[in-house]
């Protein structure tokens, strides 16, 4: 069996990538002045031109700005928190001042297939809608969405109401949801959920598979959630019992 292939990621992206997750964990917070690039060099072992590429790189993303003589500075921050709490995409996103819309790349009608019909609790020659959406926030792609639906279960789901919202979909069809399972990996993307989020497909990624539960016990559907690594966060919360 031939060993999987590898993919190396440059030095710059690697420097990048940990200021990146040094701003996001606090250690370095709004307006705090960076180490100079010799500084950095010297932290790194790096050339300053492989610092300069990262140090570009976090400034055109919206991380640091740069004061001429002064050095760079950590921006304030532009990226969007996913709420822990079962909410609407779009509510979400007006609740933290952003204006949601959506894509629909894909929707079509097949059958289930033995996984994803044990996934929703149907017959593997049931039909289902497979869904591919693009989630928008002020315009910028932040989450690739793919959706499996019994058909028999959302017989009058449409392209119409993916570009608004399936929970506001639900609330008007009585449905009540109860709570979703998720199980999160982080993942390399294919190339073309990269394009679509404009990342860089040698970063890793957040995969969410989400599985939504009725308080009947029937399964709303199973999604699986792929967010841009620099835009869109996965918030937990975790409490004692």
Same mark, same amino acid.
Request: aromatic share 10%; charged share 30%; hydrophobic share 35%.
């Given at each position: 069996?031939a060993?999987?292939?590898?993919?190396?990621? =440059?030095?710059?992206? %690697?420097?990048?990538?940990?200021? +990146?997750d040094?701003? *996001?964990?606090?250690?370095?917070?709004?307006?705090?002045?960076?180490p100079t690039?010799?500084?950095?060099?010297k932290?790194?072992?790096v050339?300053?031109?492989t610092?300069?590429?990262?140090?570009g790189?976090?400034? $055109?993303?919206?991380y640091?700005?740069?004061?001429? /003589?002064? /050095?760079? !500075?950590?921006?304030?921050?532009?990226?969007?928190?996913? $709420?822990p709490? +079962?909410?609407s995409?779009?509510?979400?996103? #007006?609740?933290?001042?952003?204006i949601?819309?959506?894509i629909? *790349?894909? !929707?079509?009608?097949?059958?289930? /297939?033995?996984?994803?019909?044990?996934?929703?609790?149907?017959r593997?020659?049931?039909?289902i809608?497979?869904?591919?959406?693009?989630?928008?926030?002020?315009?910028v792609? &932040?989450m !690739?969405? #793919?959706?499996?639906?019994?058909?028999?279960?959302?017989?009058?789901m449409?392209?119409? +109401?993916?570009?608004?919202?399936?929970?506001?979909?639900? @609330?008007?069809k009585?449905?009540?949801?109860?709570?979703?399972?998720?199980?999160?990996?982080? +993942? !390399?993307p294919?190339?073309?959920?990269a @394009?679509?989020?404009?990342?860089? =497909?040698?970063?890793?990624?957040?995969?969410?598979? *989400?599985?939504?539960?009725?308080?009947?016990g029937? &399964?709303?559907?199973?999604?699986e959630?792929?967010?841009? =690594?620099?835009?869109y %966060?996965?918030?937990?919360?975790k #409490? #004692? @019992?």
């Open positions: 069996m060993a999987a292939k590898q993919t190396r990621i =440059p030095r710059y992206k %690697q420097i990048e990538n940990d200021l +990146i040094k701003i *996001n964990s606090g250690v370095y917070v709004t307006d705090d002045l960076l690039e010799a500084e950095l060099s932290e790194y072992n050339s300053r031109v610092v300069r590429q990262a140090l790189n976090l400034t $055109t993303k919206g640091i700005y740069r004061n001429q /003589g002064s /050095g760079s !500075f950590v921006a304030k921050p532009n990226v969007i928190q996913r $709420t709490l +079962i909410k995409f779009s509510d979400d996103m #007006r609740d933290m001042g952003k949601p819309s959506s629909v *790349n894909t !929707f079509s009608v097949t059958t289930a /297939g033995k996984t994803v019909a044990r996934i929703l609790g149907i593997p020659e049931d039909r809608y497979y869904i591919e959406r693009t989630r928008m926030a002020d315009d792609p &932040i !690739f969405e #793919r959706t499996y639906m019994a058909v028999d279960l959302h017989p009058d449409s392209i119409k +109401i993916l570009e608004s919202s399936k929970y506001d979909y639900a @609330e008007k009585g449905y009540d949801i109860d709570c979703d399972y998720q199980n999160i990996s982080a +993942i !390399f294919p190339e073309y959920i @394009e679509i989020l404009r990342c860089d =497909p040698k970063m890793p990624i957040i995969k969410i598979a *989400n599985t939504v539960y009725m308080k009947s029937q &399964i709303f559907d199973f999604d959630l792929y967010l841009h =690594p620099e835009l %966060q996965l918030n937990i919360v #409490r #004692r @019992e």
